[in-house]
């Protein structure tokens, strides 16, 4: 691959999220970048590969760019005009296909590259970044942080996960406790377990001091 293409990708997403401020901003991509690349070096995957994938992971997004997500348009161009073959980009635009979490039927990636990309990527919902990102989606979206009488529906399909209009807490129980699960690589099971422990005392002092216990 051409020398440079990584910092070229780096300014490319820069330039792309700009104006992006849903939890899906330019910080989100650096901060997969980086864990992937993290996860990729303990795991002996191919860095550059995870590097270009996890940088260009959100730029087809189906909620950020709903016109170029069937075709994965921004990325082909990208990797186009930074002259990656075609196999190349084949693999990577399935690595990217396979990081999106639709609730219960997310795939697990073919690859190890892949399942980097995804680890990282999922490790970014949870902990404290996590806590903040989802309350930050919650507000941008109008829902309640949470509401008593409106339970946590713990198997919905793809169409329902994008209807819900769940609270943010239920979210933690719809998907983020389920994360440390569904990741792929001992590297990103270890980050994980730490950081589902800190969501769980979050969330468990959230509900007390609701309750007027704390
Ligand atoms: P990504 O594509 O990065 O995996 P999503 O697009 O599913 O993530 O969501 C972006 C961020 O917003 C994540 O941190 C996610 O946990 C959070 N989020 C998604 N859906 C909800 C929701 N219904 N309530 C609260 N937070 C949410
Ligand atoms: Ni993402």
Redesign the pocket.
């Known amino acids: 691959m051409q020398k440079g293409i990584i910092d070229q990708a780096l300014a490319y997403v820069k330039e792309q999220f700009e104006r992006e401020y ?3 901003d330019y910080f ?1 991509t650096l901060r ?1 970048f980086r864990m992937a690349s993290r996860i990729a070096n303990a795991e002996q995957a191919d860095l550059e590969l995870v590097q270009l994938a996890a940088l260009l ?2 730029v087809d ?4 760019s709903p016109e170029t997500y069937e075709q994965q348009t921004n990325v082909r161009s990208f990797l186009v005009a930074h002259g990656v073959d075609e196999a190349t980009i084949e693999t990577i635009c399935k690595m990217i296909r396979e ?3 639709v609730g219960n039927e997310s795939v697990i990636p073919a690859t190890l590259e892949g399942k980097c990309v995804q680890d990282a ?2 490790l ?3 902990g404290a ?2 806590i903040a ?6 507000g941008n ?1 109008h ?1 309640l942080m949470y509401h008593p009488d409106i339970k946590p529906n713990l198997n919905m399909n793809h169409e329902e ?1 994008i209807r ?5 807490i ?3 129980y ?3 406790f389920k994360l440390t699960d569904m990741m792929n690589t001992r590297t990103a099971i270890q980050i994980a377990k730490g950081r589902e422990a800190y969501m769980k005392a979050y969330v468990e002092e959230f509900l007390s001091e609701w309750d007027g216990n704390r």
């Not at 997004?61 to 950020?64: A, I, S, T, Y």
């Not at 990102?133 to 919650?138: D, P, Q, S, T």
């Not at 819900?164 to 943010?168: I, L, M, P």
């Open positions: 849903s939890g899906h989100h997969v992971h959100d997004d189906r909620k950020l990081v999106s979490f990527d999922r970014d919902a949870i970044i996590g990102r989802a309350f930050a989606y919650g979206h829902r996960y819900s209009q769940s609270t943010t239920n979210h933690f719809e998907k983020l």
